[in-house]
């Protein structure tokens, strides 16, 4: 007997926990190393995808993206450095803040942000108004992944592109794992790919390196709110934080490299 | 089901040894290279249509992402009358096709001479009894189509598609396109028996990657045109696999055709998942988030 398998259930139960930790406040705590990181990697993996629409030849100037939880940039960036106009949706304010400053400091003026969580967005006001919708490490927001899909095809009439992490960084587990944090074995890719391809949407599939350059502090940073996520940061952990921090950082750079999963499909 | 048991990883080779089993539990027999001498004809057709068009979009869309190229060696998995042999020969250095049905390669050798094409060779046997040693990193690309539903042991054989190559391999796909004749067909000749599955997308893309390859995917569209006299013959053999064939399944089998598309050729249109990959490039297990 080969059983059936409900990916959205499993999607539902795996992202739960993950979902429950992540909150808006925690992102505003996050803003300023996180933000670090994206003008220090040269919004590399927003980079990296637009390299890819480019290689692809479906890059037009006049496309119009939205960035769905675009954070600091790492997408909104680069695209608005390329194409007519980027919107982005942010609900986390020091984010949206963080966004408009690397606009304005790199002279963009197309790009705007809809202050609000993606779930907020009244999809009927915007129907099928962007060529290209992106939503990049972000899909864990959404229990009612498909549902929240579906809106994205909605206000798209070009191309829908899910980005996700494929492969972590190999420094970020060692360093988790001596800090006895455990994200779960849940497998977030994956389980959005069947998703997908269960619904008919048969997305391609492109697997990206990509590279992140942070400084010492904004790494340390990082990796204690990481760890507050989960329970209080205690001396023994800030002194490992440190120390890993430092003995892998070069000239005050912490640079990891990882992979992500592109899933991106043409709107019927 | 527990929270935890749904969101545990997937034993896909188990999945995949399921379905297999599945299928040969409502076998009325097994398949013999016969049946493929005798399918030769309708699947060269079927693969002829549009000027070779499945195996066109498919060297066009490796060819596009740097897989293939004027200077790549090429084997071909299960060639059939020369899905691939024939438009990529044209286009590569030299393409090698295992196929162990005499009907199948007589169609290669006469599609090729038809092409004018003689950069090829066949190995006249099935890819099990292939001993890789002699091959071993001897090609840039090793590829096939709608032969891995044959291998329950499909990891071993697709290891052993990776150690002939020292560029890449790929496996195209068919997907579901929702097309209802096959069913209703199946129902009015098997009534109730469950319908047999040959899962290859996307079921090939988790077997891969939880194996830990990193494969792309892109999608092909193509139409298969076939007379009624030869798809009468595809669904002879495929209905033998699962019944006695009479004189009066015969019949059901040449009204529905006649039904779907009257005294002219059947055209049916497929959508496919072209998936290849870097067996030197591996995953690391990914969890939580970065």
């Known amino acids: ?268 | 089901m527990t929270s935890d048991s749904l969101t545990a990883p997937v034993d896909w080779v188990r999945f995949w040894e399921d379905s297999y089993d599945a299928r040969s539990k409502i076998m009325f027999r097994d398949y013999e290279l016969n049946d493929w001498s005798e399918r030769a004809e309708d699947y060269s057709e079927s693969r002829r249509t549009n000027n070779y068009e499945f195996g066109e979009s498919v060297y066009s869309t490796l060819a596009l992402h740097g897989v293939v190229s004027p200077h790549s060696r090429v084997l071909e998995v299960g060639a059939g009358p020369g899905t691939f042999v024939i438009p990529f020969a044209k286009k590569v250095d030299h393409i090698t096709a295992i196929e162990p049905s005499e009907g199948m390669s007589r169609m290669i050798s006469q599609n090729a001479v038809e092409a004018g094409v003689n950069n090829y060779d066949i190995i006249p046997k099935i890819w099990q009894d292939v001993n890789i040693e002699d091959f071993r990193g001897r090609y840039d690309l090793t590829i096939t189509s709608t032969v891995i539903w044959m291998f329950r042991d499909i990891m071993t054989q697709i290891s052993r598609m990776e150690e002939v190559t020292q560029g890449h391999c790929c496996v195209v796909g068919g997907v579901g396109t929702g097309q209802t004749f096959e069913a209703e067909l199946w129902k009015k000749i098997m009534g109730n028996t469950p319908r047999p599955q040959y899962p290859e997308y996307p079921l090939i893309y988790n077997l891969l990657y939880t194996c830990g390859r990193v494969p792309h995917v892109r999608f092909i569209n193509y139409t298969s045109m076939r007379s009624p006299e030869n798809m009468l013959r595809m669904y002879r053999v495929f209905y033998s696999i699962y019944t006695e064939v009479t004189p009066e399944i015969e019949e059901i089998i040449r009204e529905e055709l006649y039904r779907d598309s009257g005294e002219g050729p059947c055209i049916r249109k497929y959508r496919s998942a072209v998936v290849w990959w870097n067996p030197a490039v591996r995953r690391k297990e990914f969890t939580g988030i970065a």
């Open chain 1, 1 to 268: 007997m080969v059983t059936q398998i409900d990916w959205e259930t499993a999607w539902a139960a795996g992202i739960g926990e993950m979902n429950r930790l992540s909150t808006t406040n925690y992102w505003n705590q996050r803003a300023e190393d996180y933000s670090d990181m994206v003008l220090a990697s040269d919004c590399n993996h927003g980079r990296n995808i637009l390299n890819l629409f480019e290689k692809e030849g479906l890059l037009q100037k006049d496309w119009h993206i939205l960035d769905i939880a675009s954070g600091p940039g790492a997408i909104t960036i680069p695209f608005a450095e390329r194409v007519g106009r980027v919107t982005a949706v942010e609900p986390t304010e020091r984010m949206a803040a963080a966004l408009m400053s690397h606009a304005q400091n790199r002279g963009l003026s197309n790009v705007e942000v809809i202050l609000k969580t993606w779930q907020e967005v009244d999809e009927a006001v915007y129907s099928k108004n962007y060529d290209l919708v992106i939503c990049c490490h972000a899909l864990w927001q959404f229990s009612d992944i498909l549902s929240q899909i579906r809106r994205m095809e909605a206000v798209s009439r070009g191309y829908c592109c899910l980005a996700h992490g494929f492969e972590a960084p190999s420094e970020t587990l060692k360093l988790t794992e001596a800090l006895g944090i455990n994200e779960g074995e849940f497998d977030q890719f994956i389980t959005v790919f069947n998703i997908l391809n269960d619904s008919g949407m048969y997305p391609n599939v492109d697997v990206i390196d990509y590279t992140l350059n942070r400084s010492v502090t904004s790494a340390v940073t990082s990796v204690e709110k990481l760890v507050e996520k989960h329970r209080p940061l205690n001396y023994r952990d800030s002194e490992i934080i440190q120390e890993y921090v430092q003995n892998h950082a070069n000239e005050g750079i912490y640079q990891v490299s990882g992979r992500m999963g592109l899933l991106w499909w043409k709107v019927a």
